[in-house]
């Protein structure tokens, strides 16, 4: 088949866009041609910006069979994919969010018939009315595809910043009591399910989360993160998240909205059609596959976001975090 990837280079396209290439396919990617290194040689690479509206028009003049679409986040971008791709593709799939479902998490495992309302983050809601504007109309055959937290080059924090201060021996917020549980996928595992359903028949006017069917509580995620780093005493203090928002209300929709309550996602419908997998990147090797490949560094930090994490911890706790 032939596939466009918009986008291509990302924390979960990448990977998408080498499994497509290892079972046969034409592949092409639009993206501003910054960070192409590490594509397949196969790939063609057609340099655009997607706000670029006659570089990015120009696709409507290509027929591809699948179109995979990474950069969309407003229902106005949505409406302009409708017009511009319909009759240019014969499946248009979206990556929508699995943070659109429900909020709060009253009924697990979370499964592709739960309602989407998440009052609590406006990047859901919009994805979420993305996704109603492709099931309203029928001229463009589409899938939509939830992932929750997948990753390739950053290792999974609930925050930001985390990494750094764990490399600098400094203390980590952790919201709630660290004992919610967490789906946390590697993009190469994403990416086999997610490649065959492109062009699956079964897959069309569909919704399909991908995630590993393993949970791991925050506390053990920054346990696996530290000894990916060699940390070997990780000082993690817990907080409340409606505290932690008090501090920072641009926390909301990442905590209420998505990490703070446990989760468990059913994946039986995507394999009904693409058949059994496993997810084999477990939390522990996948830090290590991190740390081995993109090394983070101590010093790549906000400054005003350390001072409010040494904040919090200080009158949370009452200690000093700069004491050793």
Known sequence: MRILYIGGTGEISFECVHESIRLGHDVTVFNRGNRNVGLPEQVHVIVGDVEDAAAYGRLATERFDVVC?????????????????????????????????????????????????????????????????????????????????????????????????????????????????????????????FARLLGAPAALGEAFHITSDRQWSWNEIFEAIAAALGVTSPRLVHVASDTLIHYKPEWEGPLLGDKSPSVRFDNNKVKSVVGAFECPIDLWRGMRMVAEEFPPRADAFDPAADALYDRIIDEQTGFAPTLA
């Not at 952790?174 to 399910?193: I, N, Q, Y």
Request: aromatic residues 10%; charged residues 20%; contains cysteine.
């Open 69 to 193: 679409q990474f950069r969309l986040f407003t229902p106005d971008a949505m409406r302009r994919d409708v017009e511009l791709f319909t009759g240019h593709c014969g499946q248009y799939l979206f990556i929508s969010s699995a943070s659109a479902y429900a909020k709060p998490v009253r009924n697990l495992p979370i499964t592709e018939a739960t309602p989407l309302h998440n009052p609590y983050w406006a990047y859901s809601r919009a994805k979420a009315a993305m996704e109603q504007i492709l099931k309203a109309q029928s001229a463009l055959q589409y899938t939509i595809v939830r992932p929750s937290h997948t990753y390739r080059a950053k290792m999974p924090t609930a925050l930001g910043g985390e990494v750094s201060r764990l490399l600098r021996d400094k203390p980590v917020v952790v919201h709630g009591d660290g004992e919610s549980l967490w789906t946390v996928t590697h993009a190469r595992d994403f990416a086999r399910p």
